[in-house]
């Protein structure tokens, strides 16, 4: 792996100003605000929403991601760190994982649980600020990768598919986490029910109801599984399956290189 694995400060300093606030999010510079915004409460927001139920569906993840002791692995859009603590206990400490993240909030929340975790296997995690779509790592240098609701967020989806191809072992496997954009109506109903009458209003108690309302936008706008499997085998992996989590209200795509 390259050595920039170290927490770099690169970008920009991360601030809010009043004006990128609750307006459409457009750019990357929007989303980014938007993950430094709700990262004090996302974790608990998460346990909340899902019941606990996203800390199941991330050790699926993982365990797809095909990672074991001693690989030098990576999850992109990191974010505060959950899959990469995941990961940290597969690899052991003859492994290396590395969470990438362009939020410098969620890197800090990750970063802060490291330390107050301290189980001695998560030594072997380091956090880099930076960007799925320019990885810091050089071609063929990494196991497995994971990403949690990450690829619903970049701006562009086969850009990170093809970096994530670029940095990947020949034979290693990716494992990608996310809502799943609904193909039957009933499913898609549920889903939008759900954002709007649970997580919107349970996100408007923190004061974050703007900030969640652009899930379903984001949401709508995502590949079906279907697509996710189609890209991955155009930007040149040599598999691809997407499986339906909870009743194909998540998905998650397996891809090999
Ligand atoms: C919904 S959060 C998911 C966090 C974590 N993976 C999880 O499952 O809990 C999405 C994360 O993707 C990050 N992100 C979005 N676009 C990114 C990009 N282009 N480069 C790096 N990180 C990005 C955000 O900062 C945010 O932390």
Redesign the pocket.
Known sequence: MASSLQLQFRLSPSTTPALLRHRPIQC?TD??AL??RI?PV??NL?DLLSLGQ?RIW?RMAVSWSGAKAGDCVL?????????AFLLSQKVGSNGKVTG????RQ?LSIASSRQTSLSRPCYKNIEWVE????NLPFSDGSVDAIT????L????DKRK?LEEMLRVLKEGSKLSI?DFSKATQPTTASIQEWMINNIVVPVASGYGLAEDYKYLSKSISEFSTGKELEKLALEVGFSTSIHYEISGGLMGNLVASR
Do not use: E, P
Request: glycine share 12%; net charge negative; with cysteine.
């Open positions: 990357a989303r980014r993950f430094d990262a996302y974790d998460n996203h991330k999850d992109i859009c990191c974010g505060s760190g959950d899959l990438l993240d362009f939020s969620q930076g960007d799925a779509l990403m949690g609701y990450g619903r967020n970049v701006l990170a986490l």
